[in-house]
């Protein structure tokens, strides 16, 4: 296993004994920016209700569901439900969406071109390896009109996929969280918006092109099947999707992340 992964599972389960006696104490598993950020915004709400809710910061997206799955978190924020279907169709995981809370467009960025039509015969573009994001990222670019695909709506789409790429482009799959730093070696990168956020890089300003409000690629709340009812994940989904929340994303982001509740 790899040293990184042991250890933040490692962390993850390391109060798992001491944390279970706590009625209404739990754990969420989440991506830093902008998922972790927003429930530390609504943990002093939960604190008032008698709630004790630990954010778990983790950078690996094949580690969450895992947790979760495997009872060493209650909960956790930083995927879409295409991406939750096929990890659980590869691992088997028992986990549901509890409720969508927010999208976050993806973008297409670069520090070499400053606009798609520049972009040169045979450029190198990044896009993220893992299962969903990949289609979801060249998705966007067979809008924008730099390639096709064969079918538009294989939401497990790979570059094998790609029926026409008039301009030669070169596709580099890359690790999610790593996209921003390849922006040095590439013409362009498709990047998801927490880790855009999570580099100072502004999906408003800095994008060429972003994904419109129509994209059915919303972040979920997971939990455990059966776990829906518990008091702390019922007040969570309260907490996430009230007007309060709304307000605070549509102030914090200015339009990098959109409320879906």
């Keep these: 296993m790899n040293k990184s992964i042991f250890l933040i599972l490692a962390a993850l389960g390391?109060?798992?004994m001491g944390c279970s006696s706590a009625k209404h104490r739990f754990k969420v598993a989440a991506t830093p920016l902008p998922h972790a950020q927003m429930l530390e915004f609504i943990r002093p709400d939960l604190k008032a209700k008698g709630i004790d809710m630990e954010v778990i910061i983790v950078?690996?997206?094949n580690i969450p569901n895992r947790a979760l799955a495997g009872h060493e978190v209650d909960a956790n924020f930083f995927q879409h439900i295409p991406f939750m279907k096929e990890q659980i169709k590869q691992f088997g995981y028992k986990i549901e969406s509890l409720t969508k809370?927010?999208?976050?467009?993806?973008?297409?960025y670069s520090k070499k071109i400053h606009a798609l039509d520049k972009l040169p015969n045979k450029a190198k573009i990044a896009v993220p390896n893992d299962p969903t994001n990949e289609a979801r990222a060249l998705?966007?670019?067979?809008?924008?009109g730099l390639i096709q695909m064969k079918d538009p709506q294989n939401l497990q789409a790979t570059v094998i996929d790609i029926a026409k790429n008039p301009k030669n482009i070169q596709f580099l799959e890359v690790d999610a969280a790593m996209l921003p730093r390849s922006l040095e070696d590439v013409d362009a990168?498709?990047?998801n918006t927490n880790y855009a956020l999570a580099a100072n890089l502004s999906p408003l300003k800095d994008a060429?092109?972003?994904e419109g409000k129509d994209s059915p690629y919303a972040n979920i709340i997971a939990i455990r099947i059966g776990d829906e009812k518990r008091p702390e994940i019922e007040e969570l989904k309260a907490a996430m999707t009230s007007e309060?929340?709304?307000e605070f994303i549509l102030k914090q982001y200015q339009g990098?992340?959109?409320p879906a509740f």
């Design 208 to 210: 060429l092109a972003l």
């Design 14 to 16: 390391s109060c798992l």
């Design 189 to 191: 990168a498709v990047i």
């Design 139 to 144: 998705a966007l670019l067979a809008a924008h």
């Design 244 to 246: 309060k929340m709304k």
């Design 101 to 108: 809370v927010e999208l976050e467009p993806m973008g297409i």
């Design 59 to 61: 950078e690996d997206y």
């Design 256 to 258: 990098a992340v959109i």
